[in-house]
């Protein structure tokens, strides 16, 4: 049209009809409308590993020639199948997508919601909206089975799995001793008919304890670590019928009071999976953890990887009330490669803060073992219960 103006040749617009034409087309032909989208997923929760399928249902309301679907995933998910689709829709006849997701990582994750557009003819105009909601999926940490736990000092008055050290009714055998009135256990009659005086037989009962567990979350690097780690030493403590407890102590602060049975293990699973680092540098204490949550008979089992000195004035409390305490420190993989003048200065100013907050630990009489990468926390646990029980009697309360 520009051309016929600066040449003055009218038929020269013949040559824009076309273009013209498609632009009334695009412009003025109706655009068919949204189709109605359902979202739904098989499995709302998941282990770290296990998989889900996302399903989508479109239902066209009109003829659609081309319909663009999107869907975005949260980090922590992935999928082997694409999640941008080009459809030709027929009018109510539905038509199903099913994506397959995998859990990377444990965490709470929303899927959702569904971008579509429906382009008009020529792809001038289009109808977008985002619709179909959201999805929730909750993917909990993966546990290992354990069977090397550390255990506590002191027992509770119900039942359990742990030997008390006092004797009482039970079935493990403790010893003989002389009968005095007071004295329960059933009379050994050979060693009775032997002495000429009675004597008993006594047994140490099978008792509970409580287990707290103390999880550092000031540092963003070890705590996936310490989240499954934790989560696999809650479902062997509840397994052996003890209660459970646990302490998420960082920039946030939230608690699961100590209790024991299924019931306990899905609140303490599902407060592993919603803990997460924030940032803060805001002093944190353990004031401000209530009492009812640190039993004076329990063990607060901490793991840590002693990097921040907030945590340190936390476990120095709660060892001055008088609780039991134990330390798994979680370190890190070894440095490889060289590394300059600064770095190798950087690290040995980093090792020798680390080993004073140990030193400062271990004469308040906390245990402190090191859990290394690559190891399970078994190993860390074995050398727990092997520094306690060689101290048996020498720990300072």
Not at 50 to 71: H, K
Not at 327 to 342: D, F
Request: glycine fraction near 8%; include cysteine; hydrophobic fraction near 45%.
């Amino acid at each position: 049209m520009l051309a016929a103006v600066v040449l003055g040749e009218v038929t020269v617009i013949g040559l824009a009809a076309p273009f013209v034409f498609a632009l009334a087309v695009g412009l003025l032909a109706p655009i068919p409308g949204i189709p109605e989208l359902h979202m739904e997923i098989d499995r709302s929760r998941l282990v770290e590993g296990d998989r889900a399928t996302i399903a989508l249902e479109l239902v066209a309301p009109s003829s659609i020639a081309r319909c663009e679907v999107a869907m975005e995933l949260p980090a922590g998910l992935s999928t082997h199948v694409p999640i941008e689709w080009s459809l030709h829709l027929d009018a109510g006849a539905p038509t199903l997508i099913e994506v397959p997701v995998a859990a990377e990582r444990f965490g709470r994750f929303v899927i959702g919601p569904v971008t579509l557009s429906v382009p008009g003819p020529f792809g001038l105009l289009a109808r977008s909206c985002i619709t179909g909601g959201t999805l929730e999926l909750e993917v909990r940490p993966q546990t290992d089975k354990l069977r090397t736990l550390p255990r506590a000092l002191l027992v509770r008055a119900t039942a359990g799995d742990r030997l008390a050290r006092q004797p009482g009714d039970g079935i493990e055998f403790a010893e003989v001793r002389q009968y005095s009135p007071g004295t329960a256990g059933r009379i050994n009659w050979r060693v009775t008919a032997r002495r000429g005086e009675p004597y008993v037989n006594l047994r140490h009962p099978e008792r509970s304890t409580d287990v707290i567990l103390l999880v550092d979350t000031f540092s963003a690097a070890a705590l996936p670590r310490q989240v499954r780690a934790t989560a696999g030493m809650a479902a062997a403590y509840l397994g052996r019928h003890d209660r459970v407890g646990l302490v998420a102590f960082g920039g946030v602060l939230h608690w699961v009071e100590p209790a024991m049975g299924q019931l306990q293990l899905d609140r303490l699973l599902a407060a592993l999976t919603a803990t997460q680092w924030h940032h803060s540098y805001a002093w944190k204490s353990a004031e401000a953890i209530p009492s009812r949550v640190l039993p004076a008979k329990g063990l607060v089992l901490a793991i840590s990887p002693l990097d921040d000195r907030r945590m340190l004035n936390a476990l120095a409390t709660i060892r001055a009330r008088g609780v039991d305490l134990a330390v798994i420190e979680t370190v890190g993989p070894l440095v490889k490669g060289p590394m300059s003048q600064a770095g190798e200065l950087s690290a040995r100013l980093m090792e020798l803060e680390r080993a004073e907050m140990r030193y400062s630990l271990t004469r308040r009489g906390v245990p402190v073992v090191a859990w290394r990468e690559g190891e399970s926390v078994e190993v860390a646990l074995g050398a727990l219960s092997t520094w306690r029980r060689r101290a048996r009697g020498h720990l300072s309360r």
